[in-house]
């Protein structure tokens, strides 16, 4: 059974693909809906929330499916580039998809977060995991966790200015200097 947050979410989700964020109103999604704009309001406080956790879904999703992908890999060296290739590939895919200018921007800096969030324990479990087979030297898991997505968001951005920015190896070389 959904629950009334995600089924609220699901209202939203559509009404985003549909019009746009910018476009999308509380009102119009609770009439479609037949809530109020209070029992929205009881699940999110605000529409950057609702996006957030649409996103958020959505890259759990990506997450789940890439495990499986990466459970092929033979080393977590092997799992951790080809995670950073995959979550390049998905933002250069989202880019190309195209928005209005601001919009996109606006909506790009909260799913990142939301990304970061749903990717940051495949990274830790993958970091660990790679430690404990000898793969990898490193002092605190957390702060190179944290080293690593920062890597990848200052990367992301250059794509975001420059879609043609050739910037994943560097990343990848980048973070397994980090990790050696």
Known sequence: MVSRKDEIADGFARYFKHFGYKK?????VAKDL??????IYEHF????????YVVYRVANQFR????????????????????IRI??????????EGNDAFEFKYKYRI?????KDAYSDLVGRIVEEGKKAGEFTFSSRDLTVRFIQGI??????MVLEDQDASVEEEAVRAIMNILE
Do not use: C, H
Request: overall charge positive.
């Open 45 to 52: 406080s605000t529409k950057e929330e609702i996006f957030y």
């Open 111 to 115: 799913a990142e977060l939301a990304f």
């Open 87 to 96: 979550i390049f590939k998905q933002t250069r895919q989202w880019l190309k």
């Open 24 to 28: 999308t109103s509380v009102d119009g």
């Open 152 to 157: 990848i968001k200052e990367a992301m951005d």
């Open 34 to 39: 037949k809530i109020s704009k209070k029992t």
């Open 64 to 83: 789940r499916r890439m495990e499986k992908d990466l459970e092929a890999s033979p080393t977590s060296r092997d799992k951790l580039e080809n995670l």
